[in-house]
């Protein structure tokens, strides 16, 4: 089985592309990238006037499976990423039960395997239930496959639990990805603090819950040498202790979500729900700030945080809606419109964040053009707009941030092991 496409602007800057080129898939692998390539095939797609790049590799996905089936499944999931151009996810593991054992990631994988439709890469929690108390056996579930450990949804408040944890994993060589949140700190908030909370009468999450635990979670990297991802940043002085930590050679590489660098407290006077999540959307400085680490390399990736909630869940009260927000299908566009169109990224630093970055901060071999990589490749009209609906959704759960608006960038293919799986023509 063989895949032409031709005349597609490549673009994939871990593979030094650039250019005009053509790119030929032989049984599901990568194997030529050149210029007018002359060469038998099965199938031909024109590619002319679009942006060819690596399939996406999506480091903050919430499959919700096992538990959660009525939200989102990895069939459900993974559907969902390949309309969003993502061909690789990393599954949270705050399911029910959490994925905190062999046994457990023994049987995702099986649900996995039957299931996805796309590559889903595995974490594991760090504590034992995500209670913040017994660190995981972290080299059996590494020999099992799992890539990161992390118990996203709630911090390790014990100092002397997560720093237990990050020696394990330095010596397993494993990454722990941070959720840095200091719960005594956030009491019942349930958006940023500060002005908007004030006017809106509704309780406010301080700045310092989040900065704080990244400068604690930070130390901790640097006094084991162990390597730290810090998840979904949200505020400036984040962003500055990352840099701060990033010069002095910590280990550690950190995310934000598209709905950070595009929204902020003050999108939130109507109560919408579908913009609470956590860490909150933080002030029009703060996204700001946000983008320019983006730009600078302070911030690595961009992940989604793909957080999917029933309607019955979201389409309540503000206080007692849950917290997160869908993004698979939307965060390449939102970050064509907010980053591309706006200049502040070109292409290639949108492949290095959403494709190149996270696969390196994971060591997986993924989200990459290079000859004899997996063909997982999308194509991408730049120019075309369309507005987001319920309708578009493939994930079971309809609970995003950007219903209404319209974006500029649309995948018109997304080719996943040398197959052609999804198309928007
Ligand atoms: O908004 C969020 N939702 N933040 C998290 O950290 C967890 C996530 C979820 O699992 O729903
Ligand atoms: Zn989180």
């Known amino acids: 089985m063989k895949i ?13 592309f650039n250019d005009v080129m053509d790119i030929l898939i032989e049984n599901s692998l990568i194997s030529r990238v050149e210029k007018n390539i002359q060469d038998a095939f099965d199938t031909l797609i024109d590619a002319t006037d679009k942006i060819v790049m690596p399939g996406l590799v999506d480091m903050h996905v919430h499959l919700r499976e096992p538990g959660r089936e009525d939200k989102e499944t990895v069939s459900s999931g993974t ?18 039960p959490a994925i905190d054992s062999v046994e457990q990631v023994k049987l995702l994988k099986k649900i996995v395997q039957k299931t996805a439709h796309a590559n889903v890469f595995l974490s594991s929690a760090i504590t034992k239930g995500r209670m913040g108390q017994e660190v995981v056996d972290i080299v059996a579930l ?30 397993a060589n494993m990454l722990i990805i941070c959720h840095s949140e200091d719960r005594s700190l956030v009491k019942n908030g349930v958006i940023n603090l500060g002005l908007i909370s004030t006017q809106l009468g509704l309780r406010g999450i301080p700045k310092e819950s989040e900065y704080k635990r990244v400068e604690r979670d930070l130390q901790l990297a640097s006094a084991t040498g162990a390597a ?14 990352i840099a701060e930590a990033k010069a002095k050679g910590t280990r ?86 907010e980053l591309i169109e706006t200049r502040l990224l070109d292409w290639s630093a949108l492949v290095q964040k959403m494709a ?31 507005t987001v609906t319920k309708e578009c959704f493939a994930s079971m759960s309809n609970n995003s941030s950007f219903l209404g608006r319209t974006l500029k960038g649309k995948v018109v293919c997304t080719i996943y092991g040398g197959k052609v799986v999804f198309k928007n023509t």
């Open 4 to 16: 032409l496409i031709k005349n597609g602007f490549v673009v994939d800057p871990s593979s030094g």
């Open 79 to 96: 559907k969902a990423a390949l309309r969003g151009g993502v061909t690789s996810v990393l599954a949270m593991p705050n399911t029910t």
């Open 142 to 171: 590494k020999n099992e496959g799992v890539v990161a450990l992390t118990d996203d949804g709630d911090s390790v408040d014990s100092t002397e639990v997560m720093r237990e944890a990050l020696m394990k994993a330095r010596d």
């Open 228 to 241: 730290i991802h810090i998840a979904h940043v949200s505020c400036c002085e984040s962003i500055a202790l």
């Open 252 to 337: 550690v590489t950190a995310e934000t979500a598209p709905h950070y660098f595009t929204l902020c407290d003050e999108d939130l006077m109507g109560y919408d729900t579908n913009l609470k999540m956590n860490p909150p959307l933080r002030t029009c400085k703060d996204r700001e700030a946000l983008r320019v680490a983006l730009r600078d390399g302070i911030l690595d990736a961009i992940a989604s945080d793909h957080a999917p909630h029933t309607e019955n869940e979201k389409e309540i009260e503000f206080d007692r809606a849950e917290f997160g927000v869908i993004g698979l299908e939307t965060e390449l566009a939102v970050s064509i419109t």
């Open 356 to 386: 190149n970055n996270p696969a390196k901060i994971l060591g997986i071999l993924k989200g990459t053009l290079k000859v004899g990589a997996d063909a997982d490749i999308i194509i991408v009209d730049s120019k075309r707009e369309w």
